[in-house]
């Protein structure tokens, strides 16, 4: 990534415009999972979304896999999964039947059942989307983003919104897949998902990366005090061990 | 022809419709009423109800009114002027005959009078027509006359007469319009509200293959529906599709892409689902009226006629009366065919060109 610039109308004064990503550049390693740090509005989403040429590249250039994005916006879609943050389908369709159909727009004859095991939802094959609960919804959702077996993997917001079972179940998922060799890149509020999944992190705010590096060396560096050590667990240590790891979905 | 993911993603849309139960059962429910309101109003004209006032006490009045009260297409009452005339004020009459006392066959031409209330009576010329000829063989009888002649109309076209056969087609045309423009237009934007189209941006498909793919699952929606209608029609309404059924379909499917394509752009003009609908509204309703559904654009106001017949809703009703009515074929070059083929080119275009995948109305 070199130099994005996304602009956009000032919400105040459309006739101005102000750059809701303005000049980032970073390079993500293969097999490594990134992760994309920020308040609201820093443009983490909108990074994203140039990234997976759903918004065009105002200025700048990015290359994924030695493919420039806004030259071969087609290329690069066969090659990457995506999930995004709110996921809605067509209507009266199983898991199955929308698996089989992503794949058909990849021009890819799919296993869905396959896919389902995958993400733990096999039982519910025959389920329609919106009879999922949330977990189960952003497991679905990354079945979805995973019917083309992409190299690069983004994720906006996984978690978000899922009790503490559903949530660690997920990170376990995104090892898993990580190590079997996919790249991912992923938006995050939870700071403690930052840490425990992301090889380097990237801090964004207002369009421009203020930090990026291991999530070890950032500490190192803005937060060396050492906390004291814990005599105990937080309080989702409480919650897990009265509820159970067990997924609850 | 076809690629794999518009195939399928077309048989998924097809899965979809189907399996909605509720909206299968409404799409019927119009062709259905429609056939109803024209097999129960249909049949003979009903007879003129008459007045009839006797003031000649000749035998030659006498049997006037004999006559007068055996024609078939009067219904006649006897009575007295007054009372005659308040029922023809209330409606209840459409016309008084009076025969006057002095009515004989010799001498000058008797003078009857016929009473009416042009305000009620809106086709009170056409009465005074089937009047004056019911009037005329009732007199050739009394005097004994032969007529002249007989007036024998041959048709040389042989083609329908009664209004529903001239109806049918624009009715096609117009069910036609809305099924497509709901079947695209509001999808369209229900799919972009709920961020499905988005979902379906990030996959390597192109506007072009989501189109092709709308565009095939409900031409076939389409077509099932519209030969429900026809097929209710040609039975129960003894409709005669002139130019036969192959040109009539071609016909049908022609327009059903015309009307999806406009579906689509319309879909990406309105940015909410609130807003689609006085869209469509605006587009579908000044075409109803200008585009001779009801009445030949002929009839209309000279300056309109050019922009009635340019519309698309237009080239498609005056393509399908040209088939079903006057049997034409649907490779007869005219211009209503190169403007069924101009209005498929441009539809597509702007369908194509303004496609919106992503903006999610917030």
């Known amino acids: 990534m070199q130099n994005l610039v996304k602009s956009y109308p000032h919400p105040e004064n459309p006739k101005q415009l102000f750059n809701a990503v303005d000049g980032i550049s970073f390079n993500i390693k293969a097999e490594e999972i990134y992760g994309l740090l920020g308040p609201n509005g820093a443009g983490k989403t909108s990074t994203l979304e140039m990234l997976e040429g759903m918004n065009d590249i105002d200025a700048g250039s990015a290359t994924i896999a030695g493919l420039d994005v806004s030259k071969n916006s087609y290329e690069v879609k066969k090659i990457i999964g995506v999930q995004l943050q709110a996921n809605e389908y067509f209507d009266r369709l199983n898991l199955l039947e929308l698996l089989v159909l992503f794949g058909k727009l990849y021009m890819q004859d799919i296993d869905p059942l396959k896919l389902l095991k995958g993400v733990n939802l096999e039982d519910k094959a025959n389920a329609k989307p919106e009879e999922l609960s949330g977990g189960q919804k952003q497991r679905f959702s990354i079945a979805c983003a995973l019917v083309n077996d992409p190299k690069v993997l983004f994720l906006d917001e996984p978690t978000t919104g899922l009790d503490p079972q559903a949530k660690r179940n997920l990170w376990q998922l995104i090892k898993e897949l990580n190590s079997g060799g996919m790249t991912i890149v992923l938006t995050t509020h939870n700071m403690e998902e930052a840490e425990y999944l992301c090889n380097r992190i990237a801090i964004m705010d207002e369009g421009r990366i203020i930090a990026e590096d291991t999530p070890e060396n950032l500490i190192l560096k803005y937060a060396p005090e050492p906390p004291q050590a814990a005599l105990h667990g937080n309080i989702e240590d409480v919650f897990l061990a009265l509820t159970g790891h067990e997924l609850r979905d | ?362």
């Open chain 2, 1 to 362: 022809m076809f690629s794999s993911a518009q195939l399928h993603l077309a048989k998924v849309f097809l899965k979809i419709f189907f399996r909605n139960r509720q909206s299968i059962f409404f799409s019927m429910l119009f062709p259905l009423i429609f056939t109803g309101v024209f097999f129960f109003s249909g049949g003979a004209a009903d007879p003129i109800k008459l007045g009839l006032v006797n003031l000649s006490q000749s035998s030659i009045a006498n049997s006037f009114s004999e006559l007068v009260i055996a024609e078939p297409s009067f219904k006649v009452t006897k009575g007295s002027l007054s009372i005659l005339r308040e029922e023809l004020i209330n409606g209840d009459q459409t016309a008084i005959i009076v025969v006057p006392e002095n009515f004989s066959v010799t001498g000058d031409a008797g003078e009857l009078n016929l009473i009416l209330d042009a305000s009620q009576v809106r086709q009170a010329s056409s009465i005074e027509e089937t009047l004056k000829n019911s009037l005329l063989s009732i007199e050739r009888e009394v005097r004994g006359i032969k007529p002249m002649f007989n007036l024998v109309v041959e048709d040389v076209q042989a083609r329908p007469q009664r209004y529903v056969d001239f109806l049918l087609p624009g009715i096609l045309a117009y069910m036609l319009m809305n099924l497509c423009i709901a079947g695209s237009g509001f999808n369209i934007v229900e799919y972009r509200r709920r961020g499905i189209l988005k979902r379906l941006f990030v996959t390597p498909i192109q506007p072009k293959d989501f189109i092709v793919a709308i565009i095939l699952s409900r031409m076939v929606i389409v077509l099932t529906q519209i030969s429900v209608m026809l097929g209710l029609a040609i039975i129960i309404l003894d409709i005669n599709i002139v130019g036969g059924l192959p040109s009539l379909y071609g016909m049908i499917i022609f327009g059903t892409f015309i009307f999806l394509c406009i579906g689509f752009f319309l879909g990406s003009l309105a940015k909410t689902q609130e807003a689609i609908q006085p869209i469509v509204a605006l587009t579908s309703f000044p075409q109803l009226i200008l585009s001779g559904v009801f009445f030949p654009i002929s009839s209309m106001t000279e300056w309109l006629q050019p922009v009635a017949h340019s519309l698309p809703l237009s080239v498609v009703v005056s393509g399908l009366r040209g088939i079903a009515n006057d049997g034409m074929s649907l490779l007869s070059i005219n211009y209503t065919t190169m403007g069924v083929v101009i209005w498929m080119m441009i539809s597509f275009f702007v369908a194509i060109k303004y496609f919106v995948w992503k903006e999610v109305a917030n």
